[in-house]
């Protein structure tokens, strides 16, 4: 049985070739081999939420995705959300409206928030509590974390955005929000 | 830490490939599509492949589409193929399977939550057998069936003979499922209704219905169940209970009592017997009386 595999894959922007296991978990992965520990990881089930990460643009459960999986793809973890070192929108939504207490489920919340303002920049708040359903927060009561994202749509102006690359193409939305 | 034991991967770009790196490994080796049941089963060593072959590269597993009927072995009318690999998400917002059978879109938006909706696939779905599977229970409903493809070629199984037993299905070494297939309708309606404990979590019971209408008269009804020790996830009696009888209260009523009585649950942190028995039966009534309502809109649309 092969020991290990080497993997390829653009993580942020840039891309990195490491030796794993094949049964390395994606989240160990980025934390412990691309020592972004941003992304967190805790339930180990698929049920929390706090190790989502983008794999091709989409969130996934990244405990629950093979490291090898990943090869070939593209990967966008929590570090890539701000925009030239200063907050995103959505960031600055959580801290404006204190979407965090112990912030364990806040990696999470912003990668799955931040995908669902690039599809719908103006969500309403059925919309976004459908949207976090599968990343669980033990302290805020998720009240705090939906106005959070509101708090996005209603400035993220593009301005904070515009100069991300990785946030070019949904820029135009953030304009029009 | 949660970790599966060790296992050699590789990946393959086409069904062939697929195919042959199964007959070659036999069952020590298990196709991986979403991984949102084999790796959890892995990682509690529930499941121990000693090679995982990745199937998500392979193209033409994505699609649904519209097909004429016999290709492929069906029955001549009209079908709805969707693909192995297409994911929950895209089940849920699919316009043809929107169209056709919203009963899709009513399970989709129950099933687990966002996140896992991007990875799971149907062909998993299926495959996994869980006696909970949603998605079973639908295709079960429509009486729908599974492509399944070998070195030989390709074969048709009906759902209702596809699943031999809890996480057991008629695929052998050497084969995979490539599609899924379900008939298309005239005149019907189709609903799924679902209890869970919590968003996210799988049924403590479940029920999909569909009605054809044929003016105020049923002409075929199907239901399926999922998570209530349902014999192959129906229940034949409360269908034909149905058939050529008014869609009313109380013929919903009577084909409920019919689910309550056949369904064998099992008490679990999820609820007690007797309290699934009642569900099943109450969760069918609640479908059938909403696959009435959207057969009748489905009249008015063809008729205007
Ligand atoms: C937290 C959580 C909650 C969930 N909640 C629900 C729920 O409420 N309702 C529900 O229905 N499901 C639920 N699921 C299961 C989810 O729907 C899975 O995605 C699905 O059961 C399996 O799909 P998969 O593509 O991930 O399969 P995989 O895990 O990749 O595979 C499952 C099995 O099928 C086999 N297989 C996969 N594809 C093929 C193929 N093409 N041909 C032959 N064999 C194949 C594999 O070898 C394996 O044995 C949940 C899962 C999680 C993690
Ligand atoms: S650690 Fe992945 S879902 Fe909880
Ligand atoms: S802020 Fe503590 S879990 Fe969400």
């Not at chain 2, 074969?155 to 299905?169: A, D, L, Y």
């Amino acid at each position: 049985m092969a020991t290990t595999m080497d993997v390829t894959m653009t993580v942020n922007g840039t891309e990195v070739t490491r030796e794993v296991e094949p049964r390395t978990l994606l989240v160990h992965f980025v934390r412990d081999q691309l020592g972004l520990t941003g992304t967190h990881w805790a339930c180990d089930t698929t049920n929390c939420g706090a190790c989502t990460l983008w794999v091709d643009g989409e969130p996934v459960k990244s405990c629950t995705v093979l490291a090898v999986m990943a090869d070939g793809h593209e990967v966008r973890t929590v570090e890539d959300l701000d925009t030239g070192g200063e907050l995103n929108p959505l960031q600055q939504g959580f801290m404006q409206e204190h979407g965090l207490q112990c912030g364990f489920c806040t990696p999470g919340m912003l990668m799955t928030g931040q995908w669902l303002l690039d599809r719908d920049p103006d969500p309403d708040e059925a919309t976004i509590r459908e949207a976090i359903s599968g990343n669980l927060c033990r302290c805020t009561g998720y009240e705090n974390i939906v106005r959070a994202v509101r708090w996005a749509a209603e400035h993220g102006d593009g301005t904070a955005a515009g100069d991300d690359a990785s946030a070019d193409d949904h820029a135009t939305d953030e304009v029009t929000a | 830490m949660q970790v599966p034991e060790t296992f050699d991967y590789e990946r393959v770009a086409t069904v062939e490939e697929a195919l042959q790196r199964l007959s070659h490994h036999g069952d020590e080796a298990r196709l991986i599509a979403g991984g949102h049941s084999l790796l959890p089963m892995m990682k509690l060593r529930l499941a121990l492949p000693e090679v995982l072959i990745d199937i998500n590269d392979v193209p033409g597993l994505d699609h649904v589409r519209v097909v004429a009927g016999g290709e492929g072995g069906g029955g001549g009318e009209d079908e709805i193929a969707i693909g192995a690999l297409v994911r929950h998400a895209a089940i849920l917002t699919d316009p043809i399977l929107g169209e056709h059978w919203p009963i899709f879109a009513d399970a989709e938006r129950k099933i687990a939550d966002p996140l896992v909706r991007n990875r799971g696939t149907i062909g998993g779905s299926v495959c996994q057998a869980d006696p909970a599977e949603d998605l079973s229970a639908v295709i079960t409903a429509l009486r729908g069936s599974v492509v399944v493809q070998s070195a030989d070629g390709r074969r048709t199984v009906p759902i209702r003979e596809f699943h031999t037993g809890p996480w057991e299905t008629v695929v052998g070494d050497g084969e995979m499922v490539v599609e899924v297939r379900v008939p298309i309708r005239t005149s019907v309606g189709s609903a799924y209704e679902k209890v869970e404990r919590r968003v996210g979590d799988w049924a403590v019971a479940a029920a999909g219905t569909f009605l054809r209408m044929d003016g105020n008269t049923i002409a075929e009804a199907g239901i399926g169940l999922a998570a209530v020790g349902a014999t192959h996830m129906t229940c034949p009696e409360a269908e034909e209970s149905l058939v050529g009888g008014p869609a009313d209260a109380d013929a919903f009523a009577t084909a409920a009592g019919i689910v309550s009585a056949a369904v064998d649950p099992t008490a679990d942190q999820r609820g007690p017997v007797d309290y699934k028995r009642h569900l099943a039966g109450e969760l069918t009534r609640r479908a059938l009386a909403r696959s009435a309502d959207r057969a009748r809109d489905d009249s008015l649309r063809e008729d205007a």
